[in-house]
């Protein structure tokens, strides 16, 4: 048996015990593929922690950089109470589109608000709409942009908020400082951000499994 498939089966059998995914959520994953969004959701456990980290949070507020097809948006989503919101931010109109008709068919539509466009203008906007603080962020995103959408995130939080950055391990390839990739580049810069900043707390994580070699940093906002 090959590593990956050892991964694969652990990670199965990790799922099949502790995050099986309901109809909803694999109609979510099926539309997405049949619409031709790439193939990048986060995993079934992946969710599962999204959802258990936004209810420990006890979250009632979160922000999400990068939609896709609304998956990990509607493992967020179900962890908050029926007045909680989520405000997810995506890139693409056809994105949206798919990600829209998944959250509604999940009857979560009036818990979450899908804003299209650069999410670098969208959180301009936010911070201008003085909106109530973000318990949660999920950072999910254009790689190169992540330790802008760190900082915003800063900006849209408060103290005890968590930020969470995912796919920030590259596989492997963020630990070479003489990458020039865009993606390892701003993941390598958002995660010395978080090391630094006097108002973040953080660790990162590697992971294995159906989703490969990868891993996500996690930070709690301090005072």
Do not use: C
């Not at 979160?62 to 990990?72: A, K, N, R």
């Not at 995103?141 to 968590?162: F, I, M």
């Not at 995660?191 to 953080?202: F, M, P, V």
Request: proline share 4%; aromatic share 6%; no cysteine.
């Amino acid at each position: 048996m090959s590593e990956t498939q050892l991964w694969d089966d652990v990670d199965d059998y990790f799922i099949g015990q502790l995050a099986p995914e309901d109809e909803v959520l694999t109609a979510a994953l099926r539309d997405s593929e049949a619409a031709g969004l790439p193939e990048i959701a986060v995993s079934a456990a992946e969710g599962k922690l999204l959802h258990l980290l936004a209810q420990i949070q006890g979250a009632t507020r979160v922000l999400e950089i990068g939609t896709l097809g609304g998956y990990s948006t509607i493992w967020l989503a179900r962890a908050l109470p029926a007045d909680g919101r989520v405000v997810t931010l995506e890139y693409s109109a056809q994105h949206a589109e798919v990600a829209t008709r998944n959250i509604a068919r999940a009857g979560l539509d009036k818990i979450v608000e899908v804003r299209v466009g650069p999410a670098l203008e969208s959180l301009p906007v936010l911070v201008d709409e003085h909106q109530a603080p973000f318990d949660l962020v999920f950072i999910d995103a254009d790689k190169s942009n992540n330790p802008h959408y760190v900082e915003w995130a800063l900006k849209l939080t408060r103290p005890g908020s968590l930020i969470i950055v995912d796919n920030v391990v590259r596989g492997g390839r963020v630990a070479d400082p003489d990458n020039a990739s865009p993606d390892v580049q701003g993941t390598r810069t958002a995660i010395e951000l978080i090391g630094s900043h006097a108002r973040l707390s953080g660790t990162a994580i590697q992971t294995v499994g159906r989703k490969g070699y990868d891993g996500f940093a996690l930070a709690r906002v301090l005072a």
